[in-house]
Every structure is written in C-alpha cells, then in structure tokens.
T-cell receptor
Framework: QKEVEQDPGPLSVPEGAIVSLNCTYS??????FMWYRQYSRKGPELLMY????GNKEDGRFTAQVDKSSKYISLFIRDSQPSDSATYLC???????????FGKGTRLSVIA | GAGVSQSPSNKVTEKGKDVELRCDPI?????LYWYRQRLGQGLEFLIY????????KSGLPSDRFSAERTGESVSTLTIQRTQQEDSAVYLC???????????FGPGTRLLVL
C-alpha cells in the first residue's frame, strides 16, 4: 500500500459545480497536510495548508483533515474554468522533512 | 521577489550521456529539495539539503544520481549514464528553515532517447 493514495481522475465538471478532491494515507505520523495546484508545464503551487485535524477555508477553497480516518479533502465551490489543473495532495511529519505526494487528480472545469 | 528558477527548462539527451540540472532557490531559503515527477505520477522525493548539514540522500534511486549545493545557494543534480527510465520532470523546491511551505520551480523536462 502506498503511503498516500489519490484518485488520478480525470474529473470533469461544469462551471459553477462544487468539486470534491480526496486523499487517503497510511502513516499516522503525518501532521502537516497541503494541497498543491499544478497547471500544465508548470511547477506545483501551494494552495492550502493545514496542521493536524480540522477545516480551513480560503475563498472558494476549503481543506478538511480527518486524522482519525486518515482522510483529507479539498472542496472547490463555484468552480471556474481557470481551476482546471492537476491537484496534488501532500503531507509530512514533524520537522523540515520531505513531502510525500499523491499522484494528483486532473480536474477540468467546462464552461 | 524572484521565485525558484531552474535550468534548462527542457533537455533531450541520448542514453548513456551525463546531464546536469540546475536550481536557484529563493534567496534566504536554507532548505532545498529535488523531486522527480514521471508522467502520470506524483512527485517522488530525491534529495534534501538543509543549511550546512549533511544532505538527506535517501530518495536517490541509484548511484547514477548525485547532487551538490554550494552553501545556501545554487544546487545541481547530476545524472550519469542516463537511461530511458530517467525521462521525467525534475522539480526543485526551497523553503525557509523550520517552515513547512515549499516553493517549487517550473521544473526541467528531461527526455532520454
């Protein structure tokens, strides 16, 4: 079993839809959870960052972490064509340690 | 300020040749990471530098891969005797010490023929 599992999609939704992206993980030592957005032929950019369990909201984006279930989610409200990208979950334990990434979910928002 | 930069942006090489990839981190960032992203795959950790500490090389896939960093500045990733399976995007990231946010460069797309 990989440390981080993420459905690669592709996921196609109409403009304005609510998008739900998810990752599961197996390492209970993970404490820091991130979502990166990667446009085609670009490096990943940090979208959301959360520590331990709970929710975090930033504009149209909400990140949720459920450590008891080892499950994290990213919700995108009122999705826009400009949200079309690959979304990568990433996580790690304490200290300045390397991130462990999911494979990424490719999202297309159709106008 | 300027973000992480990488060069070259694209590299095509023949099997068996050596290649050198360069990363310029954000000024003041003491931590620097190299990742590999194969087509349809997530990012795979390769090596990590933190200040003057010994680098964490635990992710390097073989002894054909090596990396160096001069102080807290430029890093180079070298792949010797390249193989076709080395074809991937090589991404560099940097972060401030003791902080969690890693900032990525645009990557170097390596194609080994």
């Amino acid at each position: 079993q990989k440390e981080v599992e993420q459905d690669p999609g592709p996921l196609s939704v109409p403009e304005g839809a609510i998008v739900s992206l998810n990752c599961t993980y197996s390492n209970s030592a993970f404490q820091y959870f991130m979502w990166y957005r990667q446009y085609s032929r670009k490096g990943p950019e940090l979208l959301m960052y959360t520590y331990s369990s709970g929710n975090k909201e930033d504009g149209r984006f909400t990140a949720q972490v459920d450590k008891s279930s080892k499950y994290i989610s990213l919700f995108i409200r009122d999705s826009q064509p400009s949200d079309s990208a690959t979304y990568l979950c990433a996580m790690r334990g304490s200290g300045n340690t390397p991130l462990v990434f999911g494979k990424g979910t490719r999202l297309s928002v159709i106008a | 300020g300027a973000g992480v930069s990488q060069s070259p942006s694209n590299k095509v090489t023949e099997k068996g040749k050596d290649v050198e990839l360069r990363c310029d981190p954000i000024s003041g960032h003491t931590a620097l990471y190299w990742y590999r992203q194969r087509l349809g795959q997530g990012l795979e950790f390769l090596i990590y530098f933190q200040g003057n500490s010994a680098p964490d090389k635990s992710g390097l896939p073989s002894d054909r891969f090596s990396a160096e960093r001069t102080g807290e500045s430029v890093s180079t990733l070298t792949i010797q005797r390249t193989q076709q399976e080395d074809s991937a995007v090589y991404l560099c990231a940097s972060s401030l010490a003791e902080q969690e946010t890693q900032y990525f460069g645009p990557g170097t797309r390596l194609l080994v023929l």
